[in-house]
């Protein structure tokens, strides 16, 4: 299934409106389609990734306190305090995210967007079948020494500049105050301009701005671990570790820099495979050389033998009939069988009745103990007979017939 990410519509949001969407391949390497629909009218996709754009979102750096991370109300309510006072609206009306993997006693970014307005959008969505598996923000700060980050982006007459670094997210008119900050950013810093935005960009700013659209930078925000649905829009803990895993699973497969470990597990699995086809092939090889040397032994020595087809087999019973014509006798025969049952029977048993048929001999009336069948079992064997009880009688037969 390709990833779907929807943009969310700045506020105020309304639930017939149209949203902004790209379909990606599952890798995130080929857009496959993009387009503005309304909710019940986007793709259908397992992976539903909406994005926050930069207008809607302000961020803020806060530390947390050390008893910080205990749960999510007392964190939320941690934050509600932490943040009255750098909020224009009622902390209670807003909606915040932690970066990932923010600890306590250190400094981390907190994302806060209206409420009910992210509420609703999530809710519209779900509505029509489209359930989101994650919230991203659309642009995020870099980390403490990275170089910047500059996206020109909107249209001609509403063009805008987002600054990303270290110090957080900036969106400013790219006219007049963003040309001027933007002016000021390291050289390092990387720009870059949406189609209808790159020419004046390039003329305001004086710097070349290479191309990205929207969709792409959707998808790079998507290679981020941010995921904006936290608190109140949590799912339960095993929605979350779902999401965690398949996240992992999606970077592991999909991702650039697992590419050298995903060639060398394909490597190291198919050489296994010929290693094994390669042991199989010997040894069938093996077995196969050990029939014919099977069927040429009993052909040579018993050249009537016209059909092979069980050599062990046919050669027990060429000899069990050459013993048989020439007078021979074999262990299958009653005189070594009783020979060997007189010298294994425990003292002072005698059987009261001694039948013998078809190599087997059946004896009643010893009276065996299980203790003295297990010992007249063992001696029998070492003797190449088997010997087994079946009530008040046993059976006594050479153990190449058996």
């Known amino acids: 299934m390709p990833l779907l990410f929807v943009n969310a519509p700045l506020p105020p949001f309304n639930p017939a409106g149209e949203f902004a ?16 629909a309304p909710a019940a009218l ?33 964190i939320r309510s941690i934050l509600n305090g932490l943040l009255e006072d750098r909020l224009l609206d009622d902390p209670e009306q807003l909606h915040f995210a932690l970066e990932p993997d923010a600890r306590p006693g250190v400094p981390v970014w907190v994302a806060a967007c209206s409420r009910a307005w992210l509420q609703g959008i999530v809710q519209s969505l779900e509505a029509a079948g489209r359930r989101v598996g994650r ?17 020109a982006v909107g249209e001609p007459r509403d063009a805008r500049l987002v600054i990303c670094d270290d110090q957080g997210v900036a969106m400013l008119p790219l006219q007049g ?13 990387t720009a870059l301009a949406e189609p209808a935005v790159a020419e004046l960009a390039e003329s305001l700013l004086e710097r070349r701005m290479p191309i990205i659209k929207p969709a ?54 198919l050489a296994q495979l010929v290693g094994l086809n390669a042991w199989a092939w010997k040894e069938r090889n093996a077995l196969e050389a ?68 078809g190599g087997q001999l059946r004896l009643r009336g010893l009276a065996l103990k299980d203790t003295e069948i297990n010992g007249l079992a063992s001696a029998l064997s070492s003797r190449g007979y088997g010997a087994r009880s079946e009530g008040d009688l046993l059976l006594v037969q050479a153990e190449a017939a058996r």
Not at 301 to 330: K, Y
């Open 177 to 189: 105050t963003g040309a001027a900050l933007a002016a000021l950013l390291p050289a390092d810093s």
């Open 21 to 36: 969407w790209a379909a990606w391949s599952s890798d995130g390497r080929k857009l496959r389609s993009q387009g503005s």
């Open 135 to 151: 919230i991203i923000p659309e642009f995020t700060p870099q980390p403490s020494g990275s170089p910047a980050m500059v996206f």
């Open 290 to 357: 050990k029939n014919t040397a099977l069927r040429g032994i009993l052909t040579q020595t018993f050249p009537s033998v016209q059909t092979v087809i069980d050599p062990l087999l046919q050669m027990q019973r060429e000899v069990a009939t050459l013993q048989q014509a020439t007078g021979g006798v074999s262990a299958n025969d009653l005189e070594p069988m009783l020979g060997a049952l007189a010298a294994s029977l425990p003292a002072g048993r005698v059987p009261s009745a001694i039948d013998y048929t």
């Open 216 to 269: 792409a930078r959707w998808n790079q925000a998507g290679q981020s671990s941010w995921d904006l649905a936290q608190f109140d829009l949590a799912s339960t803990g095993r929605a979350r570790a779902g999401k965690k895993a398949a996240a992992i699973w999606r970077s592991v497969w999909h991702g650039a820099e697992w590419r050298a470990a995903r060639w060398g597990a394909l490597v190291l699995v």
């Open 42 to 74: 986007l793709p259908t996709s397992e992976e539903v990734i909406l994005c926050i754009p930069a207008a809607a979102l302000s961020w803020h750096r806060v530390t947390l306190p050390q008893v910080a991370m205990s749960g999510n109300v007392r």
